[in-house]
């Protein structure tokens, strides 16, 4: 299971920090994705994380802006989102890629 949390309203500029608390596997045995949907667009992929090596991927929308990262003793993974532009309003998801999603968590920003 994944579970996404720390979604929030934020102004221009200012920085959230979500996190994907995962249950069921050790984070070192898959990779982890965040994924964002805004309304009436596609899923886009946002940033990744490798199991095995921690190797990070990022969209080129938000590179330099958001940190991927993980703790493998609380089985969660970040991803710390500074500078961020109303373009960033979305339902942000975290996944395995294995099929299982999380529910989703809620960024809003705007002035």
């Known amino acids: 299971q994944l579970q996404a949390s720390g979604g929030g309203l934020v102004q221009p500029g200012g920085s959230l920090r979500l996190s994907c608390a995962v249950s069921g596997f050790r984070l070192d045995s898959y990779a982890i994705g965040w994924f964002r949907q805004a309304p009436g667009k596609e899923r886009e992929g946002v940033s990744s994380i490798a199991g095995s090596d921690g190797i990070t991927v990022y969209a080129d929308s938000v590179k330099g802006r958001f ?45």
């Open 67 to 111: 940190t991927i990262s993980r703790d493998n003793a609380k089985n969660t993974v970040y991803l710390q989102m500074n500078s961020l532009k109303p373009e960033d309003t979305a339902v942000y998801i975290c996944t395995d890629f294995d099929g299982h999603w999380g529910q989703g968590t809620q960024v809003t920003v705007s002035s």
